[in-house]
């Protein structure tokens, strides 16, 4: 048997990156409460800046030496390499919250006059800072909609006058909260088709809600992977974070922006999500077990209208169901459905939960309900709410880790309340 066999990530979770021998043989990372660190000489910290700062390339063998936590620090280098080993990424940067990380990507990518295409729908942040901030810089901004072709989004960009100042796609998939799938695969053509010998046009993949178990969107041409790492890779609903993971060249700008803007994460963010990242796969199969049991109940239930679940894809729903075969490794943890009737039964269901708690947020180990229609998607254009079925009567559950039992009886009877007096 060779000595040389490749770990799982999961695996890997307790160990890789990190060296107790230098922490005095702690066996799990301390947290490095820092702002700064020492310099052995004047020489290192030269040698150190150099390197941070671009203004030379890295020896063969130098490890970047730390400088500051704004720029570096033990618990956010050991948490962005292990993040890296889930999607097989070349390197990776972890932020103060998920939509720092977006924001981040957004500004370090596009310029004034430059055109940006995305996905409808997204996760309402995503939605207002694209609509309501990204303009404000003079950036042209223009969505599709899950259905329209590739050869329909390629018109719409050509019709759009801005076709030569694309520089930046961006899909959330499956989508906040209908899970709607995007084509990571054909996002990438476009892309492609786009690009010049001067420009290279640019995919960002939100993956919040199938990652980093449930999908991998580098394998199927993303350069960017995007995390609200609050969700299933902190789990425990006590951090906010995100993290962007791509190729070293284009992680290294994320980087450098990332040291201006001053919004990386801090050490005790990156030591709870070490923690939390050590029992991330076995969190998410439970997840993904329950998930199944409580969409089988909700679907055959006589209060329910319609349910958005991955697992309810078929062979009737064409595209989306090539799509999810060919991406999605699991039916993922989040289920919206669908009250016959409109706002007051959707409200008189949520009330009446129990177990499931009614907030915001989701992949924690516990159940969570929330009504986007007025809570997370708020912002959005009641038209286009309207038009992406995010309507008065939906209900979006994140499913946890209890028992599918307990979860159905709750959600059961509260199906109960429903019109009663």
């Not at 280098?77 to 990507?105: H, K, N, P, Q, Y």
């Not at 599709?144 to 100042?165: C, H, R, W």
């Amino acid at each position: 048997m060779s000595n040389n066999r490749k770990m799982k990530p999961e695996s890997l979770m307790m160990s890789y990156g990190y060296k107790p021998e230098l922490s005095e043989g702690a066996i799990k990372c301390p947290i490095f409460q820092t702002s700064t660190f020492v310099f052995k000489s004047a020489e290192e910290g030269k040698a150190f800046f150099e390197v941070a700062y671009g203004l030379r390339a890295q020896n063969k063998g130098e490890e970047s030496g730390l400088i500051y936590s704004r720029i570096n620090n033990p618990d956010l280098e050991i948490l962005e390499a292990r993040l890296t080993l889930w999607e097989e990424a070349e390197d990776c940067a972890v932020f103060e919250s998920g939509m720092s990380a977006i924001t981040t990507v957004l500004l370090e990518f596009l310029k004034p006059g430059d055109l940006l295409l995305f996905s409808s729908p997204l996760y309402g942040g995503s939605d207002h800072f694209i609509k309501k901030i990204l303009i404000k810089f003079n950036i042209h901004v223009l969505d599709f909609k899950v259905g329209q072709s590739k050869d329909e989004i390629l018109k719409m960009v050509n019709a759009s006058g801005f076709a030569d100042k694309l520089a930046l796609i961006f899909i959330e998939t499956p989508a906040n909260p209908t899970n709607d799938l995007i084509d990571i695969q054909a996002s990438k053509e476009i892309a492609k088709h786009f690009s010049s010998n001067e420009k290279e046009v640019y995919l960002a993949v939100d993956n919040t809600y199938l990652g980093p178990i449930w999908q991998h969107p580098m394998k199927h041409g993303a350069d960017f992977v995007l995390y609200s790492a609050t969700k299933y890779i902190g789990g425990h609903s006590d951090v906010i974070a995100g993290a962007c993971l791509g190729s070293k060249e284009l992680i290294k700008r994320v980087k450098g922006l990332r040291t201006f803007l001053g919004n990386m994460a801090s050490p005790n963010t990156g030591w709870l999500l070490l923690r939390s990242m050590e029992t991330l796969k076995v969190r998410m199969d439970a997840i993904a077990y329950n998930a199944n049991k409580v969409a089988e109940f909700i679907n055959n239930h006589p209060k329910v209208e319609k349910v958005y679940f991955l697992g309810n894809l078929s062979e009737k729903d064409g595209e989306q169901f090539a799509v999810k075969k060919r991406q999605c490794l699991t039916n993922g943890g989040m289920i919206s459905f669908d009250v016959k009737g409109s706002e007051k039964e959707a409200f008189q269901f949520l009330n009446a939960l129990k177990l499931i708690k009614l907030a915001v947020s989701l992949g924690g180990t516990e159940s969570l309900a929330e009504h986007p229609a007025t809570i997370t998607h708020a912002d959005v254009d009641n038209e286009l709410k309207q038009e992406l079925s995010i309507t008065e009567k939906m209900i979006r559950l994140s499913v946890g880790v209890e028992n599918h039992e307990d979860l159905i009886f709750d959600i059961s009877q509260a199906f109960d309340k429903i019109g009663a007096k």
